[in-house]
T-cell receptor, first 112, second 117 residues
Framework: NAGVTQTPKFQVLKTGQSMTLQCAQD?????MSWYRQDPGMGLRLIHYSVGAGITDQGEVPNGYNVSRSTTEDFPLRLLSAAPSQTSVYFC???????????FGPGTRLTVL | AQKITQTQPGMFVQEKEAVTLDCTYD???????LFWYKQPSSGEMIFLIY??????QNATEGRYSLNFQKARKSANLVISASQLGDSAMYFC??????????????FGGGTRVLVKP
């Protein structure tokens, strides 16, 4: 098992550009989520999904879109990047909504 | 109001000694879970230990144990026999009512631990 994988590891964008952060897991986990970590802080939930075709907003969803067309993949889309979205982004998954979440290695995003 | 509070921004510990990392939480939900994650300088988030609100015994995982004091709403992490590789940021996190908002974790601000040889 590769676990939770994220691509890219690093990305630099200009304000207004769009991009998609990729997240995949090969553990047949139902639950997947995206968090962001700002310097010196804990993680905050952006969006989550409890299964294919079902997504919902977390604590800080503005500026981000998600979809879940398959169990394995949960991409995060930034439609028009802003400097405030400079952060480290983590994807996580768990077997169910009541299980321990396991995190991917993270994507470090800088928006200039 | 903060739901997870870690009051120690940073601490030093001597190699082979034990260290306790403080975590207090706030919830009115009777069913919740408490987690500790380790974040080394490489950046990944590593799950360490879990305690459920209804668990009667304190959780243990190898050198990690969780001192769960429900009445005080505290869930302190104890690392025994510290090793140089334990130098990292440690986050306490809480999950409330799994059915309501998926598996949302609320994180504390973290404690940085540096192990001295």
């Amino acid at each position: 098992n590769a676990g939770v994988t994220q691509t890219p590891k690093f990305q630099v964008l200009k304000t207004g550009q769009s991009m998609t952060l990729q997240c995949a897991q090969d553990m047949n986990h139902e639950y997947m989520s995206w968090y962001r970590q700002d310097p010196g802080m804990g993680l905050r939930l952006i969006h989550y999904s409890v299964g294919a075709g079902i997504t919902d907003q977390g604590e800080v969803p503005n500026g981000y879109n998600v979809s879940r067309s398959t169990t394995e993949d949960f991409p995060l889309r930034l439609l028009s990047a802003a400097p405030s979205q400079t952060s480290v982004y983590f994807c996580a998954s768990s077997y169910s909504r009541a299980d321990t979440q396991y995190f991917g290695p993270g994507t470090r995003l800088t928006v200039l | 109001a903060q739901k997870i509070t870690q009051t120690q921004p940073g601490m030093f510990v001597q190699e082979k000694e034990a260290v306790t990392l403080d975590c207090t939480y706030d919830t009115s939900d009777p069913s919740y879970g408490l987690f500790w994650y380790k974040q080394p300088s490489s950046g990944e988030m590593i799950f360490l230990i879990y305690q459920g609100s209804y668990d009667q015994q304190n959780a243990t995982e190898g050198r990690y144990s969780l001192n769960f004091q429900k009445a005080r709403k505290s869930a302190n992490l104890v690392i025994s026999a510290s090793q140089l590789g334990d130098s990292a940021m440690y986050f306490c996190a809480m999950r409330e009512a799994p059915g309501a908002a998926g598996n949302k974790l609320t994180f504390g601000g973290g404690t940085r631990v540096l192990v001295k040889p």
